[in-house]
């Protein structure tokens, strides 16, 4: 049996967190048993489904790398399919006609609830032989077994089981004619082949309606995983509130895909003590039996910390091609200064996200507005002027701008004047980035260029001179 998973999201608004984790184990397991992966979009909700939602959810399948072999399909482009067996099962009375009014239901619904019952339709229409007119509206409801259970084993919660006698007669076509969500996704998965669902286990009750249907059209029953919400920093379903939960929005805010793929993969599954997964090691060590079936709790600065590793650890022209939307973003123009590999490789080890990184790297590609006012003040007062002068002769006269060179430089500066390391690199620290702090400052020049290391010490010289005057 070749396995196949699919992703079914609602495009009812973005790919969120949850959404995102879902489609993980879902490619994560097609991946691992070498099936197939569906992206299908369940667009039923005419009302609230968007292209905008969309165009969102595909762009963050892309983002993330989570490829499908077939689709996008959507449900609304296959109501002929799901109509057509819906108009056999009411031939052979698999389903049924039911023309109850909305005021008798509820009506029926409120007196059931009072009475401390679970609201159910009652089935009055189920064998009823009262005669109604061709036009009159009607709902078409699913004849589901009155007796019995139905049971199924869950791959992350265990064995399930629901009483019949608890489920009523599901509606599979409303009396404007579109078929249900429970309906179409019965035919979605039958017609595609999938073998394994992997959803919320906010799905756990539609499962036996769907699993009913199965059996009533004679189709294979997939395997079911039902994995388990996600939770807020706080311990609370995660939420706008909580910030970021559009998956795009990690994207904005400076998160590499690798960070937030291990990020999920971990967030309910785990492999021993192991934190940090490669793509590989993802799909050959993966299973939905070792899911947790316990609520995972978002965790930023977890996050961070992965997405720092990621950007010291995967190449750098790779990082670069990231950082470029970034840099886009806060209006810096890189095309005139080093290549941007060389500034990730600096600034890595300094930063948790690629918009720290962008926002950090801006002194290498143009002039610095204004000097830190702290490091000004610690660092440029008027004992700084004569190794800062000292240094601008020396660099340039170098015929080689390499660290090396840059780094013997400052250091022969110190032992020439008689000063510590730090009186002389802090003030050149500051005046070549305007900052008071950045990597190892010989590197830094390195990075900036000649003309611009020399150009602003003149600038920085020239102002400590006015200022003893």
């Known amino acids: ?41 369940e667009d039923t909700d005419l009302e609230r489904s968007t292209q905008e939602a969309i165009d969102a959810i595909i762009e963050g399948m892309n983002w993330l790398g989570l490829n499908w072999e077939e689709g996008p399909y959507y449900q609304t482009k296959r109501f002929d399919r799901y109509n057509a067996v819906i108009d056999e099962m009411l031939a052979d009375g698999r389903a049924y006609k039911c023309y109850c009014s909305r005021e008798r239901l509820d009506t029926l619904r409120e007196g059931q609830m ?51 006698s608890e489920l009523d007669d599901l509606i599979i076509r409303r009396t404007d004619g579109a078929p249900t969500y429970n309906f179409c996704v019965v035919i979605d998965d039958w017609d595609m082949e999938i073998t394994h669902v992997v959803r919320g286990e906010d799905h756990v009750n539609n499962t036996p309606r769907q699993i009913n249907i199965y059996k009533a059209l004679g189709a294979p029953v997939p395997e079911f995983a039902h994995v388990s919400m996600i939770l807020g920093d706080d311990g609370t379903k995660l939420s706008k509130r909580h910030g ?18 291990n990020y999920l993969v971990r967030l309910g599954w785990s492999h021993g003590d192991q934190e940090i997964f490669t793509l590989a090691e993802m799909i050959e060590l993966f299973s939905l039996d070792a899911i947790s079936k316990s609520a995972s709790a978002f965790n930023t600065d977890k996050l961070k910390w992965l997405n720092n590793h990621y950007i010291r650890t995967l190449d750098p022209v790779y990082v670069a091609k990231h950082l470029e939307w970034h840099m886009a973003d806060q209006k810096i123009d890189y095309s005139q200064g080093p290549a941007l590999s060389s500034v990730v490789t600096l600034l890595a080890e300094r930063c948790h996200t ?45 015929t080689e701008w390499e660290v090396e060179p840059l780094h013997h430089v400052i250091q022969s500066t110190a032992d020439e004047l008689g000063l ?27 990075l900036v260029g000649r003309e611009r290391v020399l150009a602003r010490l003149d600038r920085v010289i020239a102002q400590l001179a006015s200022q003893a005057e």
């Open 244 to 261: 970021a939960v559009s998956v795009m929005q990690y994207r904005d805010d400076g998160y590499l895909p690798e960070a937030l793929l």
């Open 420 to 446: 510590g390391m730090g009186k002389v690199g802090m003030p050149l620290r500051v005046a070549v980035t305007g900052l008071g702090q950045s990597p190892s400052i010989d590197a830094v020049m390195q």
């Open 114 to 164: 009072a009475a401390g019952e679970k609201p159910r339709y009652d089935g009055r229409c189920r064998d009823s032989h009262d005669h109604h007119a061709d036009d009159e509206p009607c709902v078409i409801r699913f004849r589901n077994p009155q007796e019995g259970v139905v049971s199924f084993d869950d791959h992350v919660r265990g064995h399930i089981e629901f009483a019949n």
């Open 354 to 398: 690629l918009v720290e990184l962008a926002g950090q790297s801006r002194y290498f590609f143009e002039e610095y507005e204004a000097i830190d006012e702290a490091a000004a003040k610690k660092h440029l007062k008027a004992a700084a002027r004569e190794p800062l002068m000292v240094i601008r002769d020396k660099l340039a006269a170098l």
């Open 1 to 41: 049996m070749k396995v196949k998973t699919r992703f079914a999201p609602s495009p009812t608004g973005f790919l969120h967190v949850g959404g995102a984790r879902t489609a993980l184990y879902s490619w994560l397991f097609a991946r691992h048993q070498q099936g197939e992966f569906v992206l299908r979009i």
